[in-house]
């Protein structure tokens, strides 16, 4: 599913032009991301959590020079899911 699919049927259901949902679901996504470049966590019950996980210094290797490199500590945003969330793709999605 994509964002204009996700705009298409938000639209269809509420009766709400596409522009405007457009918009919503947009502004939706650029307040989570600037929440997450913050530092603050994005909390949605019932659907899950945007977070910053810190990934700690490692080291990498550079296999076309052979040569080992160290990689920074750094943080990236992930998303946990709700137990509710869970539970329904689990019961509603049997292994295919």
Not at 12 to 22: A, F, I, R, S
Not at 39 to 53: E, M, P, Q, T, W
Not at 54 to 67: L, P, V, W
Request: aromatic share 6%; proline share 3%.
């Amino acid at each position: 599913m994509t964002k204009a699919d996700i705009v298409a049927k938000i639209s269809e259901k509420l009766g709400l032009e596409k522009g405007d949902v457009q918009a919503t679901v947009e502004t939706f996504m650029e307040e989570v991301k600037n929440s997450l470049e913050t530092g603050d966590n994005v909390y949605l019950r019932g659907f899950g959590s945007f977070i910053i996980k810190t990934r700690a210094e490692k080291t990498g290797r550079n296999i076309s020079k052979n040569t080992t490199i160290k990689i920074p500590a750094h943080n990236i945003p992930a998303f946990k899911p709700a137990k509710v969330f869970v539970e329904g793709v689990k019961t509603n999605n049997e292994a295919k």
